[in-house]
């Protein structure tokens, strides 16, 4: 199917999806968004289809946002009588009080919308990794830390830059953050919005990789290939077992991994790894 903000290749098992909308170095727009969750439906669909790689059209990964987008949202609202921030409540306060007169999720809160989409990564329940080309800005970061694995090129750029628009991380990165870098290094990225090289993404725990640029898309397909001809069922359970893991103690993730364990006992792959370790060759997963 074509479409007119992503390219779409499916290389084997593994399907890539590469943003590609030159102009605005690969902003994400409702469009691209929509773009994506389509693919993304097909992979979850394709019992062929087991691993997905995310990368952008050189010499950006995802500039964030489109911000010519936002300017035209700013220019609307303007010309609608907001109420006032009021100046009698600290911005804790009013935050708790417009928290406590949220409504229900509406439908624009779904799939369709931008801000969720590093959601619908992160709940991918088959292997994502995101092949940081170039600047990940914004949500562009938002997006690459909702993939499982981040591999970067020497290239590759990132940065909180909500704040440089007097805006908040709303895609997510409050959440991922503080789990991969820790709190004092959230908070530095968060209120200065500086941009990190590939070296300092890596010492900090932001990417499992970097390599370079030449290199990037060769290093990302092999380990792409090698996860989707693994047991990926059972790598949905470890998946959700680490996710489950993030809000309970040890005991508990010993006692939520014995049935995860048993799960992964019954399928085809489990066998098929047993046969051919007595066997002595290698073996031919399939994901099921």
């Known amino acids: 199917m074509p479409h007119d903000y992503i390219e779409v290749a499916d290389v084997g098992n ?27 439906d097909r992979l979850e669909a394709d019992p062929n289809l087991r691993a997905v790689v995310l990368t952008g059209r050189d010499p950006s990964f995802c500039s964030g946002a489109n911000v ?16 006032p921030i009021p100046t009698d409540l ?7 009080h417009q928290w406590a007169q949220q409504d229900e999720p509406s439908d624009e809160e779904g799939a369709e919308n931008i801000r969720f ?13 995101a092949a940081v080309n170039g600047y990940a800005m914004g949500l562009g970061l938002g997006i690459a830390l909702s993939c499982d694995i981040r591999l970067l090129s020497e290239n590759a750029r990132l940065s909180e830059t909500f704040i ?18 820790g709190l004092g290094n959230t908070f530095l990225m968060q209120y200065t919005g500086d ?36 047991p990926t069922y059972s790598m949905a ?13 040890l005991e508990e993730s010993l006692r939520l991994a014995g049935p995860a364990q048993e799960i992964s006992r019954r399928t085809e792959d489990h ?18």
């Open 14 to 40: 593994v399907m890539v999806i590469t943003m590609d909308d030159p102009t605005t170095r690969n902003a994400i727009g409702g469009e691209m968004s929509a773009e994506i969750n389509s693919e993304l």
């Open 68 to 83: 010519k987008r936002m300017d035209q949202s700013v220019q609307e609202r303007s010309k609608v009588a907001e109420e």
């Open 90 to 96: 600290t911005a804790w306060d009013y935050l708790e």
């Open 117 to 129: 989409l590093p959601l619908r990564l992160h709940d991918l329940q088959k292997p994502s990794i």
């Open 164 to 181: 440089r628009r007097g805006l908040i991380p709303a895609d997510g990165s409050c959440w991922q953050l503080p789990r991969m870098v």
């Open 195 to 230: 941009v990190l090289d590939s070296a300092e993404a890596l010492r900090l725990g932001l990417a499992s990789k970097v390599v370079s640029h030449d290199d990037l898309m060769e290093t990302t397909m092999e380990l792409a290939q090698r996860i989707a001809d693994g």
């Open 237 to 249: 359970l470890i998946k959700k077992l680490v996710q489950k893991s993030l809000y309970i103690d």
């Open 271 to 288: 066998k098929e790894g047993v046969r051919a370790f007595v066997e002595k060759r290698r073996p031919a997963y399939t994901g099921r």
